[in-house]
């Protein structure tokens, strides 16, 4: 199983920017499947973007397309995410997950992934 470790997230003013990290632990950086998801209360996990961390495409849920994204460093075993044109909307409970599979065709559902973050919140306030 791989271990995962967000940080990024708080407060900020819709428009605003923040980024999310997510560092994992080594063999998910050459092959595997990992992704963000988000939750708002009361709600299931849902997709917000994915990467093959062996050289995929990237894909992104319609609602943050064009303002967020995703980039890996592969030296220091991470996942990012900037969030950029924040909307109220955006609120939510943001998981990083991983899996050592390649990843099926997006969205992908949460049971897919074997390893989760422990969650980091968002807030966009108008």
């Known amino acids: 199983q791989v271990e995962l470790v967000e940080s990024g997230g708080g407060s900020v003013e819709a428009g605003g920017s923040l980024g999310l990290s997510c560092v994992t632990s080594g063999y998910i950086r050459w092959n595997g499947c990992m992704g963000w998801f988000r939750q708002f209360p009361g709600k299931e996990r849902e997709a917000v973007a994915q990467?093959?961390?062996?050289?995929?495409?990237?894909y992104y849920a319609d609602s943050v397309k064009g303002r967020f994204t995703l980039s890996r460093d592969n030296v220091k075993n991470t996942l990012y995410m900037e969030m950029n044109s924040l909307k109220p909307d955006d609120t939510a409970m943001y998981f990083c997950?991983?899996?050592?599979?390649?990843?099926?065709?997006?969205?992908?559902?949460?049971?897919?992934?074997?390893?989760w973050g422990q969650g980091t919140q968002v807030t966009v306030f108008s």
């Open positions: 997950a991983a899996d050592v599979r390649r990843c099926p065709n997006f969205p992908v559902s949460p049971k897919f992934f074997q390893s």
């Open positions: 990467v093959y961390t062996n050289g995929g495409n990237t």
